[in-house]
C-alpha cells in the first residue's frame, strides 16, 4: 500500500504496520516548506525517533497528512537522500540509512525553526518527587517462583470456559447493559455472590450488601479509605498479612499488633487494649489464621463479637479461602454470626480462578457500601464490568463450582504430597500438619534453625517460600514458614523439599554458610 | 443427583445448583445429634438464609458434610416436617414448606445452644464510619443517558476481535506467561504503547517510561499519589477536568485555577502564580483543551515548558484522544517538544476500545514511574494483564489501528450531524463548530440563556447534556456546555438536537419554568 506506509518507529521487535507516522511541522516558520518537512525528519533522527532500517511513509501519505503536495515532500525527501540521512529501498519507498551522517549543518541548525522534538536522557527529570512524610514505601513484589506465593496452578486456569464467558459478556456489553457501570460491581456477580455467601458461608446478605473489589488488596484498601480517619488506632493479629497493614496505614491508620496463639487471636489481650485505646476496627483471619492456620476457638469468637459491638468496632475479617475446604466440616466465618452489623467480610474468587485474575469481595453494612462506591470514582471509577459479568456468569452457571470440584482432589493431593515430602526430606526440622483447606502450608520449624538463613539458601538452590519472619508485624523471627503447594505438581514438590534439604545443610565450600544449625535427623 | 440436592438460598432468580448448603452445628453442644441439625435449620429458616421452596440437601450429602449417619440426618428432617417447617418433595428430596410455622417451642429455643446465625437488619451497623476532616466525597456517577459523555458507541465495540485476543492471552497466562505480574502494566502492552506514542504522538520513550493504568483517572490517582504531599499547589485550568482535581486534593494538593482563553491555558498568569507560590505541578490539556476544545497556542507552549523547567514542576498533560484525529494535522502533545523531563503524558485507550473497557497510560520520567510501581502493591497490586496482554497483542497485530481507521468515517459523520442539528434546530442560540477530533462538542450558549436550567429541562425531556458550569473550578456559571455525539446514531443526534430545542421553550404548564430566555431565532 503505497499510501499507507509507516515505521517500526524504533522498537524493531514489534513492527506496527498502521500507525501513522505523524511529523510535525513548526506553526509559524518561514522557510520553504520541503525544508521543514526534511529538517523535521533529520531531527527525528537525530533523537532516535527514527532508526536504521525505519521505513518512511509514501509520498502521497505524507502529504496528505501534512496537507502539502506530493512535489513538495520529493523535494523534502531528494533533500534528505543528497544528506545521506535516508535511502531508496527495493520494492518501493524510502527508508532511514544505515548510518546516518550524526550531524549536518542542516540538522544541527534544525532546532531554530523547526519544532524542538526531544527526549529527556534517560531518568532525566525535571521537577521532584514527593518526599515528606509519607507511608513507608513497599518494595516492588519480588519475582519469586511458584510456591512461594499461595495462589493457584495457572496451568489449572479454565481458560475454554471464561473464555467463552468473557466473550459474551463482550457482547452484552455491545447490547448496552452496563454503559453506565456500577463501581460497587456488576449487579449479576453480586448476586451470585450473594447466593454464595448465603449457600456456602452461611451469611445472608442480599447483593446491596456486597461490594466487587479487584481482589483482597483491593478491599483493604478500599475499606480503610472508607472507614479509617488519620491517627486511628486498628488491632492486627501480629502474625499477618503485611500488605493489608499497609492498605490501612496508607489511610492513617496506627497499627496495634495483639498477641497469636494455638487458638488464634489473643482476644483477652484484645479487650485489654480496647479498654484504653478507641479502636476503629480489628483485622483478623479467623477460620484459618494467616499465617499460622490455626482457628479461633469457640468462646473467642463469642467474646471478640461481643467485645466489638460493646467498644463499637469493626470486625475486619478475612477470609480467602472458604470455598477450598478439602474434608472436615467449615467452621463458620464470624460474619455468619454477626447479629449486630459489625463485621466486615473480605473474600477473593482470585484463588478459585487464576494468578492475577484479581476478583475480590466485601460483604458488609450497606452504609459503608454505599461510602465504597462513592469514594471509587476517584481511584479508578469501578473495576473491569465485563470481566465481573463473565464470573457471575459462570457461578449463575454453575461452571465455577463445577471447576472447583475438580480443582479440589488435585489440590488435596499436592497438599498430601508436599507434607509427605517434607517429612521425608527434612525429617524432625520440621512438623507440617496437612490444613483442611486452602492452598499453602505453615510449616514448624525446629528451634536450632535459622528460617531466615534457610530461606535465602533454598531460594538460591530455586525452592523459595516465606519466611516466618516475612508475617511478624515488627519483622522478629517465628520459627515457621508458610510454603504454597496449589501451583507446583506432585513431582516439582518432592524435588522443592529435595532443595529445601540441601539449602538445611552447610555449606562447605568458601562461602559463608547462612545457616548455623544441628539437624537431628541427618 | 440426590447425593448432591442444593438451594437457591432466598435468591430465586439465581438458583445456584453446586455451591453445598454448608449447616454449621455448635461445636461444644451436649443436645441429640439430631436435635442440633433440626435445630440449625429450623434457625436458618428463621433468619431468612432458607426461605419457603428452598430444596433442601440429600440425606447422604448433608450427612457427609456433617460427619454423622443418614439416620441421623433423617431423624433430624423427620423432627421438622412433624414441626411443620419442611415438606417433602414430588420426586426426591425435601424443601422448605412454603408457610413454615413462624417460631415453635424448638426454634425459638434454638438460641440457647445452636451457632448463632444471625443478619444484621438493613442498614443496621455496629460501628462508625469515619467522619474527620477528608475530602469532600464527589457524588455517586449518575446514570446519564449517553451523549451526556464523551464515550464511544458501545454498540461498535469491536466484540470478536477483542474476544479472540483475550482468550489467545488467557491460553497464554495458562502457559506461565504473566504469573508474576507486573504493576507497571504487561510488557507487550508497554511495548505497543511506547510504538504507538513514538509513531503517532511523536513521544519517544520505551517501555520502561510507561505504565499502564486502568483508565485515566486511575492514572491521576497513581500519579498524585506518587508526586504530591500534603498541602502542596497544583495549577489547574479554571474549566477541566473535575475527577481529576478530586484524585489530586485526594492526595492532599490545593488546586488553585487559571483563567483559559482561546488560545487555551493563560501561561503568563500561571508565572505569576508560580513567581509567589511554590508548584509541584500543573494539569493542562494542550491540544483540545477539557472542555473547550481550543488548542495551546504555539508562544504559550514553549514559555510552559521553559516556565515548568526553571521552577521545577512537573506539567501533567491529558491528551485522551490524539488518536481519534478527523481531519487536519495534529498539533504535537507537549511531551514531544519536552527535552527536560518536565512532562507526564496521560492518555487512555478506553475511548478506542469501548465504555467501561479501562486502560489508560503515562508516559514520564523513570523516576516517577518506579515510584508509582513500587506505591501501587497497596492499591490493587495492578492492573489486569490477561486484559492489558489482548490489547497488546490488538496492537502489534494492527487490528486496533484497523478498528480505529473503520470509526473515524462513522464518528465524523456523527459529529456533523449534531453540529448540523443543532445548528437547525437551536439557530443564534448556540455555536457548535465542529472539532477535528475526539467525541464531543463544546456549544458556546447565547448569553441570555439560564445554561444550568436548559440542561436540567433537557435531562428531563431525555437529551441529557453537560453545562459548563460542571466544568468550572468553583462551579461558576459558564456560557457553554459540553455534548458527547459518538454514542449516538445520526438520526438519534436529530431526535436529541429537536429535544433540546424543546427544552428552550419555556413551559406553558403550571409549573416553573426552568429557563428564562429569549431565543432569537425562534
Not at 513492527?15 to 526534511?38: G, M
Not at 463479637?305 to 478475612?318: I, Y
Amino acid at each position: 500500500l503505497p499510501g499507507f506506509a509507516s515505521v517500526g518507529s524504533g522498537v524493531s521487535e514489534a513492527p506496527l504496520p498502521e500507525w501513522n507516522l505523524n511529523i510535525f511541522l513548526p506553526p509559524r516558520s518561514t522557510a520553504p516548506v520541503y525544508r521543514q518537512i526534511a529538517k523535521a525528519l533529520a531531527h527525528e533522527v537525530q533523537r532516535g525517533r527514527l532508526q536504521p532500517g525505519d521505513s518512511l511513509p509514501g509520498y502521497r501519505s505524507l502529504a496528505e497528512q501534512l496537507g502539502v503536495s506530493r512535489n513538495t515532500v520529493m523535494a523534502a525527501f531528494q533533500d534528505l537522500q543528497a544528506q545521506g540521512l535516508i535511502v531508496s529501498r527495493t520494492g518501493s519507498g524510502s527508508e532511514i540509512a544505515a548510518a546516518p551522517p550524526v550531524a549536518t549543518a542542516e540538522v544541527s541548525g534544525a532546532a531554530s525553526d523547526a519544532v524542538l522534538l526531544q527526549v529527556p536522557a534517560r531518568g532525566d527529570m525535571g521537577f521532584d518527587l514527593a518526599t515528606g512524610d509519607r507511608p513507608a514505601e513497599p518494595g516492588v513484589p519480588e519475582e519469586l517462583p511458584r510456591t512461594a506465593g499461595s495462589g493457584p496452578d495457572p496451568r489449572l486456569l479454565p481458560v475454554e470456559i471464561l473464555g467463552r464467558a468473557y466473550r459474551r459478556a463482550l457482547a452484552s456489553a455491545r447490547r448496552n447493559e452496563c454503559v453506565l457501570g456500577d463501581p460497587q460491581g456488576h449487579p449479576r456477580l453480586r448476586r451470585a455472590l450473594g447466593a454464595m455467601l448465603a449457600s456456602s458461608r452461611g451469611i445472608a446478605g442480599g447483593p446491596e450488601r456486597i461490594f466487587v473489589t479487584r481482589g483482597s488488596q483491593n478491599a483493604f484498601f478500599l475499606i480503610a479509605q472508607a472507614l479509617i480517619e488519620p491517627g486511628e488506632a486498628v488491632a492486627v493479629e501480629r502474625l499477618g498479612p503485611r500488605s493489608a497493614w499497609k492498605a490501612l496505614a496508607r489511610a492513617g491508620a496506627r497499627c496495634l499488633p495483639i498477641p497469636v496463639d494455638d487458638e488464634g487471636l489473643d482476644v483477652e489481650a484484645l479487650a485489654e487494649v480496647a479498654a484504653s485505646t478507641r479502636l476503629r476496627a480489628v483485622l483478623v483471619t479467623p477460620r484459618r489464621q494467616y499465617p499460622t492456620l490455626v482457628t479461633l476457638g469457640p468462646s473467642r469468637r463469642a467474646r471478640l463479637l461481643k467485645l466489638a459491638s460493646e467498644r463499637r468496632f469493626a470486625v475486619l475479617e478475612w477470609d480467602p479461602d472458604f470455598e477450598l475446604q478439602f474434608e472436615a466440616r467449615p467452621v463458620a466465618p464470624l460474619a455468619a454470626d454477626d447479629s449486630q452489623g459489625v463485621v466486615i467480610h473480605v473474600g477473593t474468587l482470585s484463588k478459585l480462578l487464576g494468578p492475577n485474575l484479581r476478583l475480590g469481595f466485601v460483604c458488609g453494612p450497606e452504609p459503608l457500601m454505599r461510602r465504597m462506591k462513592a469514594q471509587r470514582a476517584d481511584f479508578d471509577g469501578g473495576g473491569d464490568l465485563v470481566f465481573e459479568q463473565a464470573v457471575g456468569d459462570l457461578m449463575e452457571e454453575g461452571e465455577l463450582q463445577s471447576h472447583l470440584a475438580r480443582m479440589h482432589p488435585i489440590y488435596r493431593r499436592r497438599r498430601d504430597a508436599l507434607c509427605a515430602a517434607l517429612s521425608s526430606e527434612l525429617g524432625t526440622a520440621v512438623q507440617a500438619p496437612p490444613p483442611a483447606g486452602g492452598l499453602a502450608l505453615w510449616v514448624k520449624v525446629a528451634p536450632e534453625i535459622d528460617v531466615n538463613a534457610w530461606a535465602s539458601r533454598s531460594m538460591q538452590l530455586g525452592a523459595p517460600f516465606r519466611p516466618g519472619s516475612h508475617f511478624d508485624f515488627r519483622g522478629a523471627a517465628v520459627q515457621g514458614l508458610r510454603i504454597g503447594f496449589a501451583s507446583a505438581r506432585e513431582e516439582e514438590l518432592l524435588d522443592i523439599a529435595r532443595r529445601m534439604g540441601r539449602a538445611l545443610i552447610p555449606a562447605t565450600s568458601g562461602h559463608a554458610s547462612p545457616v548455623a544449625m544441628r539437624i537431628e535427623h541427618q
